[in-house]
């Protein structure tokens, strides 16, 4: 027997070696969860950019959403959102006689500027890749497992490419996690 074991005092293998608990939590103990938790949250911490704007019908527009000098940025899903304020359209889907608030002919182009990568095979629909906008609760986050680099701008093009004066409105957020620098 030890001197710590005949005191009663068991040895902790990781509290004197915190690296033995690696990646896998241990739940024996919540202090070593939390201590590990602490450990991981000094690295990384989770974070939410966002980008709005509106675009009036037949226009073309670009909003760049600015990752900051300070850290890098893993993301993890990205979700949005499109609302129009005036002439609200009849249409079948998802139910005949419902209103189209947004998605009639918008439509998104990301790039990742500090890398000059087009992140989507040019314009696609928005309701393709964010909520539908309906306000029924059918929604779905996208996964954007994607590491963007400080002081980047991921640029979304955003497309109305209704003909009339029909102003949409938007909103993408991108969640994730900021990483701190390497020391």
Same mark, same amino acid.
């Given at each position: ?13 990781? $509290? ?21 938790? $602490? ?10 950019? +966002? ?29 949005? $959102? ?41 314009? +696609? ?21 994607? !590491?963007?680099? $400080?002081?980047?701008? &991921? ?14 409105? !938007?909103?993408? &957020? ?10």
């Amino acid at each position: 027997m030890n001197e710590r074991q005949y005191r009663g005092n068991l040895v902790d293998p990781y $509290r004197e070696n915190p690296a033995a608990l690696g990646d896998d939590p241990s739940f024996d103990n919540i202090e070593h969860t939390i201590d590990r938790e $602490r450990a991981l949250q000094s690295r990384r911490w989770n974070y939410t950019y +966002v980008v709005s704007g509106s675009v009036v019908g037949g226009q073309t527009i670009a909003y760049d959403m600015n990752i900051e000098q300070g850290t890098d940025f893993k993301g993890k899903v990205m979700m949005g $959102r499109a609302y129009s304020y005036t002439d609200a359209a009849t249409t079948s889907f998802p139910w005949p006689g419902a209103t189209d608030f947004a998605m009639s002919g918008l439509m998104v182009n990301i790039t990742d500027s500090n890398a000059g990568r087009s992140l989507t095979s040019g314009f +696609v629909p928005f309701e393709c890749m964010m909520s539908p906008g309906y306000g029924i609760g059918l929604y779905q986050p996208l996964q954007w497992p994607y !590491f963007l680099y $400080r002081n980047s701008k &991921l640029r979304f093009d955003i497309r109305n490419t209704d003909n009339s004066t029909r102003t949409h409105s !938007f909103s993408i &957020l991108l969640n994730g996690f900021k990483l701190s620098p390497a020391n």
